[in-house]
């Protein structure tokens, strides 16, 4: 999302200075590459690039490509073979060992569901959705591009009734919560990205001391959306903290009521007052909340265990899964700065499914490839 929200905002500034844009998007993955189907990035008629579909390495060529889709008004179709040194086509030399498929869309602002518009449906309501994207491998093909957007108990938005043929196979991602490709005429080679995107992850830091503003740069970073809420006035402003979406003061049981929880929503007890973070522990345990980061030695949390047990308050162990204390991956960490790096790779990998442990040792592929569907 932080990616797409970037992109919107470019169009935005574009479209008020009369600036014609296109939008590429990597559609499909054979092999290795650096982005996955669903990398987008917003390209401007001077050059102004917003977002990525590579590491950089194709950049360069698909600035070329999206500057003649506008200049034609056409959508195109784009692969890259990154797997040969020796493609004189492509040229580039790249060494993923992957093909990609980019497609370049030309944003024309008399089509009432073009792309740019689909997207900023994204931003209306804080729910998961799915994007739908019409291609095709032959050359020459008509390229219907971005066509539906879906979204539970919303009416749906499409462009054609291939994109209405597609809402069965929307709900099932939704539902499923995972992007798939879809093959739909073999004759033409037209194939669906059918792509899931959860809302933001949304980090609720219970704490406001000075260990938590390179927490904030960082989840900031990552496009998170940052809740403060802290008992002190003096410490929880806008002043120190300017990333933040939200700022909450008060006692737990008033910030607790002005928060919304969702399965995007994790929670970091740093406050370093025991009994502010004892107090929101006991509420966060009756809540949903599927992470929540404690900091300080494990002995302060058999503390926290202990009194909760002492007001017969006795932590079941799906309740014991959802807490990680001590925080943060074990990488050594010493400074805040580091700590709030341990903190953040561990949220990412525990919403991933993943354990935290280097690449060096992984023996399949770095990514997961979308999965076809008949």
């Known amino acids: 999302m932080k990616e797409i929200s970037e992109i919107l905002k470019a169009y935005s500034e574009a479209k008020a200075t009369g600036k014609k844009t296109a939008l ?58 990154t797997s040969n040194d020796e493609d004189v086509e492509v040229g580039l030399q790249l060494g993923c060992n992957g093909i990609v498929h980019i497609l370049f869309e030309y944003i024309d602002e008399t089509l009432e569901n ?58 099932k991602v939704l539902e499923d919560k995972l992007t798939i490709l879809k093959r739909l005429n073999e004759n033409n080679n037209t194939e669906a990205l059918i792509e899931y995107i ?3 992850v949304s980090l609720i830091i219970v704490g406001a001391g000075n260990d938590v503003q390179p927490l904030v740069k960082m989840v900031e970073i990552a496009g998170w959306e940052i809740t403060i809420a802290e008992g ?19 006692k737990p049981e008033q910030v607790f009521e002005n928060i919304n929880i969702d399965h995007q929503t994790y929670f970091v007890l740093i406050t370093h007052n025991y009994k502010y973070d004892l107090a929101m522990l006991k509420l966060l345990l009756l809540s949903d909340c599927h992470y929540i980061g404690i900091l300080g030695p494990k002995t302060k949390l058999n503390r926290m265990l202990d009194d909760l047990l002492n007001e017969g308050i006795k932590v079941t ?33 525990m919403m991933s499914g993943k354990t935290g442990t280097s690449l060096k040792y992984k023996t399949g592929k770095i990514h997961n490839s979308a999965p076809y569907v008949e």
């Open 114 to 171: 073009n792309p740019i518009r689909l997207l900023q449906q994204l931003q209306a309501e804080r729910k998961p959705a799915i994007i739908g994207t019409l291609f095709s491998l032959q050359k020459q093909a008509r390229q219907d591009g971005t066509i539906l957007f879906y979204r539970e108990n919303v009416d749906p938005l499409y462009s054609n009734k291939i994109a209405f043929e597609l809402l069965p196979d929307a709900k």
């Open 198 to 200: 959860a809302p933001p």
């Open 317 to 349: 162990e799906e309740q014991l899964n959802r807490i990680y204390g001590p925080i943060g991956l074990d990488i050594g960490a010493e400074t805040s700065e580091e700590i709030a790096l341990s903190i953040v790779a561990e949220i990412k990998a």
């Open 24 to 81: 590429a998007t990597v559609v499909k993955v054979e092999g290795s590459s650096y982005r996955q189907p669903g990398a987008r990035m917003l390209v401007t008629e001077d050059g102004l690039l917003t977002g990525a579909i590579s590491g950089g390495c194709l950049e360069g060529d698909a600035l070329r490509k999206a500057l003649l889709s506008i200049h034609q008004q056409q959508n195109k179709l784009i692969t890259y073979n």
């Open 232 to 250: 002190r006035a003096t410490h929880a402003t806008r002043k120190r903290f300017p990333e933040a979406k939200q700022i909450w003061v008060g």
